[in-house]
């Protein structure tokens, strides 16, 4: 190894002048520390001893597969015997040997200028640099990316919920939106050590993953970080700290704003399903890859229900109203005097879900808006519901139909091999596992 190996048509001061070296390692040195020759010559010898044992291994069950027999197998199958490996010419095998060994001199050798370059810039590197910075397709990563997937989940769920009841909400669920800001702030630093793929090909650099970070959504993760400390901070605040009544309404109005801006975690969500796609689709057949698209819709059309719901107990006890009503000051029955407000927070909760669905099917129920803005979301509510319901149902149609359409496509070709098998006077044994085998090739995804 020599710099006019590696790179031809470069001087060995041109080499020190592009890679900023004070000094050009030896060849010995530069052999150990360049990965890509470390690489290649690795691979070669594997590749070289490789072929050798499978050609030792090929001849030795070539001889004992001459003489196995077929009975278990019908008539009709026609028996065929493996040729001998060690028939084949010697001389032909040592020449394909010596051209793996002499196509792998040649893509060493063309190694393109500029990799060379960067190789010998990176030569300095220190080796901790690289030590921390998780694969993006790794146990961990894809540990770390279903935990963010999980708790992105609950955050979806219980932000609406305390945005709508404020301190009324239980203190389990404080402890829970605690946890969930912690792992939301480690998640930031982890995002800086996790590599990524760019033109097809790792990125593993510290410096190219940070860089590709504060481009795309450092930003957005800081803010919401940053909205959410505010927000436990101004829980702990204690009322008698000596701050006046004023004070106490600005902090609480910005208590609300951050819990709305607590909302924006929905945006995380398309990079979560980003990251659990890293998981390899032939993992599910195409029955469970439909069922759990159509259980993904569903959970969608339960979630939105959910925010709607929280909306509508949000505005009657924080809006404004021009009548003096809200829909929680109607009695529950005419037999009592309590009201929607004076009832437990599970009762409000059920009963607002119940109004969120009447607004997207053709239900009703007796609960009515009694001010202008409850109206006016109602209204809202209603148009939403309309496209929003006949969009969901006609994707979820579809997702039943290809679903149907699968299953009686496997149905029909069990159905013509079972006719086959019982046509040969196939044994049981045998076509029970053929049918096995069928069944498990019909179960896995096709590749993408």
Known sequence: ????????????????????????PSSSTLAKSNPLATQHEELLTSRVSTSRSQISVLASESRSRRGASLSGWPASVEKRSVPDVEEYD?????????????????????????????????????????????????????????CSFIILCADLLLVPYVIAWGDDIDAGIRRSTIVSLVFWTLDIPLHFRTGFYKHGELEMRPAAIAVKYLKSSFVVDLALVFADWIDVLLQFLPHDSGVDATNFWKLGRMMKVMRILRLVNVMRLS?????????????????????????????????????????????????PSDTGLHWTSSVVSGESLDTYEQSSILFQYSTAVHWSFTQMTPGSMPVQPLNSI??????CCLVMGLLFFTSVISSMSAKMTQLRMETNKRDTTMGQL??????????????????????????????M
């Open 90 to 146: 010697s001389a032909a095998i040592e020449s394909v040997l010596d051209g793996d060994v002499q196509f792998m001199s040649t893509e060493l050798m063309a190694v393109d200028e500029g990799e060379m370059l960067e190789q010998v810039k990176n030569w300095r590197q220190a080796p901790w640099d690289r030590t921390f910075v998780l694969h993006p397709s790794s146990r961990r990563r894809a540990v770390l990316d279903l």
């Open 374 to 379: 409850e109206r006016l979301f109602n209204i």
């Open 418 to 447: 079972d006719a086959f098998l019982r046509q040969k006077s196939v044994q049981g044994e045998i076509a029970l596992n053929v049918k096995k085998q069928v069944e498990q090739r019909l179960g896995q995804r096709k590749p």
């Open 1 to 24: 190894w020599t710099p006019s190996v590696l790179a031809p048509n470069w001087s060995r001061d041109a080499i020190v002048r592009s890679a900023g070296l004070q000094e050009f």
């Open 271 to 319: 990079r979560s399903l980003e990251q659990l796609n890293r998981i390899p689709n032939q993992m599910l057949s195409e029955i469970v890859h439909n069922l759990v698209n159509m259980l993904l819709l569903l959970m969608t059309i339960i979630w939105v229900n959910h925010v709607l719901a929280c909306a509508w107990i949000a505005i009657a006890r924080y809006c």
